[in-house]
């Protein structure tokens, strides 16, 4: 023990034994840095406006002499609620909620075994560099709230892919020039969908095809083919639900994948896009395959909101 903490301890012990009250006496330490008023103007300001900032808070109050520390302090103290950053989110509807969650119930039952037949599939842009993230006061539950929530710009340049992934290993991707359109997505599915089955599930191996009610994927001609080539389809997707769909985790994984790629063009990028994807790990398809019974049961729990996936 060292010298400090000797002394402390024997000043305790005597004042024990003099019969002097050990605890903390008014007014002894540090001043407290805002009034019982400045505190509350503060958690007005707080829950009157969730994305305020820490400056705009001491002006609120009108104390801009405090420090960013002493203000994150004192709304953990006062409210309970930190700084976090806005969460990418759908809005959902309530007739959108209501098919997720019928669609979940339809589904509740099906077994890993089940999942790991699909073939998932979507598209998804990668661009040049990374969309700036905001941050926003909440409550550790309220990271669904609307006002939690941020939208994209769609300002940077980039590339736009498809692709497509079962448990077991990934399937092909693609680049897509120009605007994705149904007679684009009908050569995809030609192109490169059938090919990622004969890989994926040689015959007589069961499977079936994943795809979002997007309008591209819904149109006639696009109906016609997977008619006319008996394609095996998982009906009825529900619209919104990007977090039943694990390709839009894979997306984000991959986009990390290459954090630190130094593309001089969009030509690099996708070849870079490419080579990553095809190094995806299988333990990690697995995983998100697999993660199909969480992922319903949670849409469930939330009502048809979004999740955490």
């Not at 969908?193 to 007589?204: D, H, Q």
């Not at 095996?232 to 639900?241: E, F, I, K, R």
């Not at 996708?270 to 019974?293: G, H, I, N, R, Y």
Request: glycine share 4%; net charge positive.
């Amino acid at each position: 023990m060292t010298t400090t903490g000797r002394r402390q301890v024997d000043n305790i012990v005597s004042k024990f034994r003099n019969g002097e009250p050990l605890g903390r006496q008014p007014g002894s330490g540090r001043p407290r840095k805002t009034t019982a008023r400045e505190d509350r103007l503060l958690i007005r300001a707080l829950l009157t406006d969730r994305e305020i900032t820490i400056n705009q808070i001491k002006v609120a109050i009108n104390r801009e002499d405090l420090s960013d520390d002493t203000i994150s302090r004192r709304i953990m103290e006062l409210t309970g609620m930190q700084s976090y950053w806005k969460l990418l989110k759908p809005f959902v509807n309530e007739f959108q909620r209501q098919r997720r969650v019928n669609w979940c119930l339809g589904h509740r039952n099906w077994t890993v075994e089940q999942w790991r037949t699909v073939i998932w599939s979507d598209e998804s842009p990668f661009t040049l560099s990374y969309n700036r993230r905001t941050r926003v006061w909440r409550w550790a539950d309220e990271k669904f709230k609307p006002f939690a929530l941020r939208g994209t710009l769609k300002h940077d340049a980039k590339i736009n892919v498809w692709g497509c992934f079962a448990a077991h290993g990934v399937g092909k991707i693609c680049r897509i020039e120009g605007i994705m359109v149904k007679e684009i997505y009908h050569d995809i599915l030609l192109e490169y969908l059938e090919p990622s089955v004969a890989e994926l599930f040689p015959a007589p191996a069961e499977w079936m095809f994943q795809q979002d009610n997007d309008p591209k994927h819904t149109a006639i001609v696009i109906r016609d083919f997977i008619h006319n080539e008996r394609i095996p389809m998982l009906d009825n997707w529900p619209g919104q639900s990007p977090d039943l769909n694990p390709i839009e985790n894979l997306w984000s994984i991959l986009n990390s994948r290459i954090a630190d790629r130094r593309c001089r063009s969009l030509d690099e990028l996708f070849e870079v896009v490419k080579t990553a994807w095809e190094q995806l790990p299988v333990d990690l398809l697995t995983t998100l395959a697999d993660s199909m019974p969480n992922r319903i049961e949670a849409v469930i729990r939330n009502r048809g909101y979004p999740t955490k996936y």
